[in-house]
């Protein structure tokens, strides 16, 4: 599974951003797919995650400004991202878990300035 993930960029805090991950197969039956986002020295963390179920799951620092979200039809997991706030800076990655394989995708920057 190839994953390709875009919509990073430079927004000042309290914006938004969507992040886009496609990926080359039918997500449909992709047991969980998730967004990872790491800063320099530090480790990669989860930021929020969902099932083939529809179920999700979120880090703390985001509940409440960050949506997960799929369409299977376009094999697409996006990441909406709202008030967003300078410790969002990070390197944001897609990954995916199938049949117990762990896939990743090519980070994409997202810059909040104060």
């Known amino acids: 599974v190839q994953l390709q993930a875009s919509g990073g960029g430079l927004v000042q805090a309290g914006g938004s951003l969507r992040l886009s991950c496609v990926a080359s197969r039918s997500i449909f039956s992709i047991n969980v797919m998730g967004w990872y986002r790491q800063t320099p020295g530090k480790q990669r963390e989860m930021v929020a995650a969902?099932?083939?179920?529809?179920?999700?799951y979120y880090v703390d620092s985001v509940k409440g400004r960050f949506t997960i979200s799929r369409d299977n039809a376009k094999n697409t997991v996006y990441l909406q991202m709202n008030t967003l706030k300078p410790e969002d800076t990070a390197v944001y990655y897609c990954r995916a878990i199938v049949d117990g394989n762990i896939y990743w995708g090519r980070g994409t920057q997202v810059t909040v300035s104060s």
């Open positions: 969902i099932s083939d179920g529809g179920s999700t």
